[in-house]
């Protein structure tokens, strides 16, 4: 889960996964580390569990891959 509160380095991202922790400034940031992250902005995952769960890279949305979205 992407935490709420906004902290000085930015949000806490847990991987819904395997709970692991990040510190992101932005979105962005997170998914340049190679985070996956939802596009309700709620669920994300961390870089070990990102690729069962990604629909998006840097460069876009993949169809080839599954959508973060369906559980
Ligand atoms: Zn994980």
Redesign the pocket.
Known sequence: MIGKIVYDYGRTYI??????LGKFKSYKAARQASWAIARDYKTC??P???PMHRYTGCKGPNPNLLNIAKY
Request: glycine share 0%; hydrophobic share 20%; with cysteine.
């Open positions: 991987c819904d996964d395997c709970h692991a995952y961390c070990n569990c990102a």
